[in-house]
């Protein structure tokens, strides 16, 4: 990835919002090829979308977010990547991953409430054939995501002029 | 027994009469009344401030809360920890080709600031003039004042970047003059000095026995060019006191960590003073500075391509509005120019704050040059410095259409 990429890639992830124009202004560069970079890495799937990081918990309580790691037994030829797929097309399953370690998958989902993310452990994910064993581990508190505190306490404690 | 004793012949009038002329000379900061004005206000966009808008790294912080935790409470010796002076030695050659023996010629200070009254203090008498360019930061007036020094200022010009031009510094030379104190990149106008820029001024140095007192704090904060430190020029090592510190580069202002190189014999008096003033910068400021120039390098370079960022967008800010502005190549300060609104400096700023409330510090009270200027700090958040352009753009065509 080019170097304008990199950078037009950075002020993106700190505000999916900043357009083109501030962009360009930011780096110093003519618009055009800002909206070149950005479009390229739309039709590249770097940027995958656009979307707001949201405190969950200011919102509605009763959303609850369970980790769970899951053990599997690759199946030949198709290793873990089908088994993934069949995982991750469920709507409730936010985001799955392949892990080193003592487990093979670790997905996270979420639920209206404890019952039906235990109703989709039980009931959809043990069930799929290849999975030796789940662990579910639910979520209390998110204190920060993607890099980004939700309650921030080191707030601007600066004067207001100073020389 | 003699009455006369017990009875002062005059008394003092009034409890300032205590104060020695020097003292009761000074004038108050320009910037403090305007810090009046604002303080307590939460609903004001300030581009006021004189400092980074990032906190200090973790690991910094990080590396002090440790060092108390194991007790690290005791004095230093008096030039500072040879470890840090080591480390700002190297860091020093490394960024700016300039070289000091850490044994004799580096002394860390409480902050630029006491690095520069040292300096002033040990070569300042009665009488000398010291010569200033300004605009520029608001201590060094008052600071040679103190000592009975005279300040000269040399007025820079925004048609020329606010560089200091060799022709205007010679007119300002007399037998009288000592020092000359240089702070680029510039606070409040974001000049720098490039290698060419300095060659004549270097020379006039030479031409007329001058000593520098060389104010790099913002150093790092030079964008598209490297920093050429005055000391770095041909023969100018001996005759430049070095000042800098880790307030701008590594964000960390409220430490007071600053230092100063040079000549062993100057650097040694300015050792004696600051043993008996403050005995020695505080431990807990130096094992931070040493963790911020050992692991926090990276840390540094990506703020100053934010500030870099943040500069490009409030100059063109600027001029879409319609207020002339140089653009600044150093520091994180815009230094627009307010007079096609035909208002002076501190009318502007003062209807600037209370009209869209954004707060500005205005250019008159940094000295010759200064009036007709407004010094912007672009270190503060993008959504901030858009809104705040934004109102002062209302502003300003409000302004001119009445």
Known sequence: MDELKRKVLELLKEDARRDTALIATMLGVPEDQVAKAVKEMEDDHVIVKYTAVVNGSKVDNDKVTALIEVQITPERGRGFDYLAERIYLYPEVKSVYLMSGAYDLLIEVEGKNLKEVASFVSNKLSPLESILSTKTFFILKKYKQDGIIFEETEGDHRLVISP | MNETVQQPLQQRGSMSDYLNKEARAIKPSGIRKFFDLVS?????????????????????????????????????????????????????????????????????????????????????????????????????????????????????????????????????????????????????????????????????????????????IYAELTYDANHVSFSSLPGMKDRTILVSGFSKAFAMTGWRMGYACGHPDLIGAMLKIHQYTVMCAPVMGQVAALEALTNGLEEKDRMVESYNQRRRLIVKGFREIGLECHEPQGAFYAFPSVQSTGLDSETFAERLLLEAKVAAVPGNVFGLGGEGHLRCSYATSVAQLTEALEKIGDFVEKVKKS
């Open chain 2, 40 to 216: 307590g206000r939460k609903d004001i966009i300030t581009l006021g401030v004189g400092e980074p808008d990032f906190i200090t790294p973790w690991h910094v912080r990080e590396a002090c809360v440790y060092s108390l935790e194991r007790g690290k409470t005791q004095y230093t010796s008096n030039a500072g920890m040879p470890e840090l002076r080591e480390a700002i030695g190297q860091y020093l050659n490394d960024r700016f080709a300039v070289t000091y023996d850490p044994a004799k010629e580096i002394l860390v200070t409480v902050g630029g600031s006491e690095a520069i009254d040292l300096a002033l203090r040990a070569l300042v008498a009665p009488g000398d003039e010291i010569l200033i360019p300004e605009p520029c930061y608001i201590s060094y007036s008052p600071i040679t004042a103190l000592g009975g020094g005279v300040p000269v200022g040399v007025e820079t010009f925004a048609k020329d970047n606010f560089k200091l031009r060799a022709d205007q510094l010679e007119a300002a030379i007399t037998p009288r003059s000592k020092v000359l104190i240089l702070c680029y990149p510039s606070n409040p106008t974001g000049g720098t000095m490039t290698r060419e820029d300095w060659l004549p001024i270097a020379e006039l140095v030479e031409k007329h026995d001058l000593i520098v007192i060389s104010d790099e």
